[in-house]
């Protein structure tokens, strides 16, 4: 989806959620020290752990209701002349992808899935994660527990009071322009970024909250964009603190239930605290990451009626900030493309890409070998490109 800035910020989305890899690391480390390994899992590890991430660690349940939304089958879409059992085979093959769903006019065009996982389990989304957060934020605004994008964090979250994220706004958050200093140097064992959740639980505060409220402003709040991973956990608990609801909770009762997942999903919290991480930690299953895609398709609708702020949609699936590829950008926590498509994306190959345009939803869900790379970054665009392509043939054959 986006070249060599956006590799390195997809990795840095999410570099903090995993399990020791041997027991005895784990009776020795702080859950904090365990979320840093998953870049360094072997294989096998990572295509066995990342469907069991919310029973290894402590988690909030989203509950699904008895209303199920469903996915109805659709005409199997072709990829370059072949069905699933071809090109998508081999592009999940080569890539340890554990499953992919397409939907086109909410119909399942393509499915399968691979590595021994099927329809009921739950995957890890990695940042994924992220742009549900911002999504329930475009929630809470509409529900009036935000009142306005240009309230302070100060305002909903006392402790930041007297540091640098007093006066910045909720839309400065969600762009990362917060101008407060932050180091994301990953090279640099002293860097913020490597430091986060390495200190000890302080005053009973997330780890982020801990961390971020001593750091010194650097620039201007609103006049300069720095990437920021802890800001991301900070937006969760931001969303946490105006609702008094646990991220889980009120995805479940805002869009969970009423929409019609199939299944329970679950968001990992943070060991200080108990709050759930905004930036990462929510497993769901593959079904029902697509069907977060059509909610997302369906311009954030339920029954008719909106459930997400206007305000936030106008802001969220457009560009904002800029990366180094002229047809990409940053949304609120969405990357966006100047087709008018978006997608949530994390490490590893997940990724949920809506592409209104087509009507089209990708769901995508795997175990890279490598958390990203050019090369790993490239075959999902082709994928995505290929699943156009023939939606643009199907198309152009009927009017002919």
């Known amino acids: ?95 340890h992808l554990a499953g992919v769903m397409v939907l086109q006019h909410g119909r399942v065009r393509l499915q399968r899935y691979a590595l021994g996982f099927g329809p009921a389990q739950r995957w890890t989304s990695f940042s994924v994660a992220k742009s549900v957060t911002s999504t329930l934020l475009g929630v809470a605004l509409q529900q009036g527990y935000i009142r306005s994008m240009d309230d302070t964090l100060g305002s909903y979250i006392p402790e930041l009071r007297g540091s640098a994220y007093a006066e910045v706004t909720v839309q400065q958050l969600l762009t990362m322009t917060s101008g407060v200093h932050w180091n994301e140097d990953y090279a640099d064992a002293k860097s913020d970024v490597a430091q986060m959740y390495m200190h000890a639980c302080i005053d009973g505060q997330a780890h982020v909250l801990s961390y971020l409220k001593k750091q010194p402003r650097q620039w201007p709040a609103g006049t300069h964009w720095n990437y920021n991973t802890a800001e991301t956990d900070l937006l969760g608990i931001l969303v946490q603190r105006a609702t008094h609801r646990s991220l889980a909770a009120y995805l479940s009762q805002t869009i969970w239930q009423p929409y019609g997942m199939a299944a329970d999903a679950y968001w990992i919290k943070d060991e200080c605290d108990g709050s759930d991480t905004g930036g990462s930690g929510l497993s769901a299953t593959l079904g029902d990451y697509a069907r977060l895609g059509q909610f997302m398709l369906d311009g954030g609708r339920i029954a008719g009626t909106p459930v997400i702020a206007k305000a936030w949609l106008d802001g969220a699936l457009r560009r904002q900030e800029s990366v180094d590829d002229p047809d990409r950008g940053y949304g609120y926590l969405w990357w966006t493309d100047t087709d008018g498509s978006y997608a949530a994306i994390g490490i590893f190959g ?51």
């Open 1 to 95: 989806m986006c070249p060599t800035l956006c590799i390195r910020l997809l990795t840095t989305l999410c570099l903090f959620i995993a399990l020791p890899s041997i027991a005895s690391e784990q009776s020795t480390q702080t859950i904090g020290q365990q979320r840093e390994g998953v870049l360094f899992w072997p294989q096998a590890q990572r295509e066995a752990q990342f469907r069991r991430m919310y029973e290894r660690f402590p988690s909030d349940r989203a509950a699904h209701g008895t209303q199920v939304h469903a996915l109805p089958q659709g005409k199997p879409l072709l990829l370059g002349g072949q069905g699933a059992s071809g090109l998508l085979a081999g592009y999940m093959d080569q890539h």
């Open 350 to 400: 997940q990724m949920v890409y809506v592409d209104p345009a087509r009507q089209l939803v990708i769901a995508q869900v795997g175990a890279w070998p490598h958390a990203t790379s050019d090369a790993l970054v490239a075959a999902r665009r082709e994928f995505v490109a290929a699943v156009k392509r023939a939606v643009d043939a199907e198309r152009k054959s009927s009017t002919h």
